[in-house]
């Protein structure tokens, strides 16, 4: 399916872009779960509410603004984005796969922390935290991926094309993905294990894993893919500037990939629904300005 515009995210960035880009006419949707302040948090500081509103409340607005406009929101992950061949980019959800010229990315701040003690000593010598860039370098070799979503078992499955030997082990934590995706891991032959991860050991890369019960187990690579695809995820993917966590955005809340926008909490600074709205706003200004302009202009 093709549509110009996709938004990742539906919190305040995500849903204030939105509002901009529909009500400019273009056919946007939007992908994302509940964002953390949906619940019965009391929002106090954001402007024009005289009295407190919960942060669901405010959200439900929001949703319901930006679909008077004509936005499609569906409540899938996306669990991959890379480019495609035609100067756009190629999205995969839980669900569906896409294609679109402009993506604006709204994801807020998520990446989960596996809490393996020596994980960072690691980074580049066996853990890695993109399939579609470093799987190639696993040809044939036992790779584990952490996680427990359907992220995760995207990962495993993606990793596949490289090597048979693939497992996920899930930090301990109770498995979250949908059926479909733990009958394809099933029936790819792909073990799911519900234990944690202590420590790396290996040298001068990775060779094996310890458990938290003492045991260990051979690994040459070790895929961290835990909750859901993060803006970090896309960053390694597109090729996207990041500063720490953060992504890169200038002050027209573009990347330095044409085409791709950032909003919101993703790119740091101060985190904060009127921030973050008013970057979806500028984010959503740049997106209608690029897609009108053609799409594929290279900046
Ligand atoms: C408990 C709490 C209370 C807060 N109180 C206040 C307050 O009183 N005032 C204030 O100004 N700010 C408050 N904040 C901060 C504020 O919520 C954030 O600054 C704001 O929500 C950021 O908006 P955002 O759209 O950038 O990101 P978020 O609101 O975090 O939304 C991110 C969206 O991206 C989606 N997403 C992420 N990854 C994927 C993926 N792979 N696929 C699909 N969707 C994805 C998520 O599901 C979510 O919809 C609070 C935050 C929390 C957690």
């Known amino acids: 399916m093709h549509s110009p515009l996709v938004i990742i995210g539906s919190g305040p960035a995500g849903l204030s872009a939105a509002i901009y880009t529909s ?30 509103i919960s942060g669901s409340e405010l959200l439900a607005r929001g949703r319901a603004q930006a679909k008077r406009f004509g936005t499609r929101i569906t409540e899938e992950k996306v669990l991959s984005l890379h480019h495609n061949d035609s100067g756009g980019f190629h999205i995969k959800t839980e669900n569906e796969e896409f294609d679109a010229c402009a993506i604006i990315l709204a994801t807020g701040v998520g990446r989960v922390r596996p809490g393996i003690s020596n994980l960072s000593e690691f980074e580049g010598k066996g853990v890695s935290y993109c399939v579609s860039c470093d799987g190639f370098f696993y040809k044939g070799r036992k790779v584990i991926v952490l996680g427990e979503g359907v992220y995760a078992a995207n990962q495993g499955l993606e990793l596949l094309a490289f090597t048979p030997d693939v497992s996920i082990v899930t930090q301990g934590k109770t498995l979250t993905m949908t059926t479909p995706f733990k009958e394809r891991l099933r029936t790819a032959g792909i073990p799911v294990l519900e234990q944690k991860i202590d420590s790396l050991s290996g040298s001068p890369a990775l060779s094996s894993i310890t458990f938290a019960d003492g045991s260990t187990q051979e690994a040459e690579g070790l895929f961290i893919a835990m909750g859901e695809a993060s803006s970090l995820d896309f960053a390694y993917t597109l090729g996207l500037e990041r500063s720490g966590v953060f992504l890169v955005a200038d002050k027209e809340q573009k990347t330095n990939i044409p085409g791709v926008f950032a909003a919101g909490d993703c790119t740091g600074g101060f985190l904060q629904i009127a921030v973050a709205v008013g970057d979806g706003a500028t984010a959503a200004r740049s997106a209608i300005s690029y897609i009108k302009e053609g799409c594929q202009k290279k900046s």
């Open 23 to 52: 009500r400019a006419g273009l056919d946007t949707i939007v992908f994302g779960t509940k964002p953390k302040v949906a619940g019965d948090y009391e929002i106090d500081n954001y402007f024009g509410f005289e009295h407190t």
